[in-house]
């Protein structure tokens, strides 16, 4: 199996300043680790994924990087904007016939003006 | 485009009264799909999973039961429903062959059991 921890459970930050979440994994087969934006009410929407052969992605203001060494993945948001706010969970995935992801226990990120 | 569709939107039952919430996707030949309870503020607990028709495994027991009747749909169901069933139930696709493939949620169901 896995386990996914995440942290923090609730972060707030100044409007145009970075937010970072940090996620560690235990299952060193673990491969795929995709992270979601959910609003309140709504379903999870993916953002940003990386995989276990790369190191750091960006998408615009999203950036993830990811040290296998240390299982541990982290997603940074730059020049964060009152949409920002939203919770976000982590996931990780090792390979297999279907994905097995794993999430973490999200993180509440809150944008103050 | 895939598009996920889910029924009902929402759902207030009894404890102890049967469920069944459905899942179809279209525009995708036979995905992987899947089954996921959220409780309110908690994460995302993965349930089910099935790469076929007919073949459903199970991740984790909630007194509850999925089947994939067609290679579109996916149903989520149980016979007697418990207080702790109460929750947001999304169900989820991706592509075949699975091994790192994105996952995509559809637009949930809201469960309350009274």
């Known amino acids: 199996g896995e386990q996914v921890e995440q942290l923090p459970s609730i972060l707030r930050v100044q409007e145009r300043s970075s937010a970072s979440i940090n996620c560690t994994y235990e299952?060193?087969?673990?491969?795929?680790f995709p992270w979601y934006k959910q609003e309140p009410g709504e379903n999870p929407k993916l953002i940003i994924d990386?995989?276990?052969?790369?190191e750091r992605k960006q998408i615009q203001g999203l950036i993830v990087l990811l040290d296998k060494k240390a299982k541990r993945f982290s997603l940074h948001i730059t020049d964060t904007q009152p949409a920002d706010s939203a919770m976000y969970f982590c996931?990780?995935?090792?390979?297999?016939?279907?994905?097995?992801?794993?999430f973490g226990k999200g993180t509440q990120l809150i944008i103050q003006p | 485009a895939q598009t996920i569709h889910q029924w009902p939107v929402a759902e207030i039952k009894a404890v102890g009264s049967p469920l069944s919430l459905g899942c179809t996707i279209k525009g995708k030949s036979s995905p992987n799909l899947y089954w996921y309870w959220q409780a309110t503020g908690g994460t995302l607990q993965q349930l089910f999973y099935s790469i076929t028709v007919g073949q459903v495994e199970s991740v984790v027991q909630l007194n509850l039961s999925a089947s994939r009747p067609k290679d579109d749909q996916f149903i989520l169901s149980t016979e007697k429903l418990l207080l702790s069933h109460s929750g947001f139930y999304l169900c989820?696709?991706?592509?075949?062959?699975?091994?790192?493939?994105?996952?995509?949620f559809g637009p949930g169901t809201r469960l309350t059991v009274l």
């Open positions: 990386i995989r276990s052969n790369m």
């Open positions: 996931a990780a995935s090792a390979a297999g016939g279907a994905d097995r992801l794993t």
């Open positions: 299952n060193s087969a673990s491969n795929y």
């Open positions: 989820a696709w991706s592509r075949p062959g699975g091994a790192d493939a994105e996952q995509f």
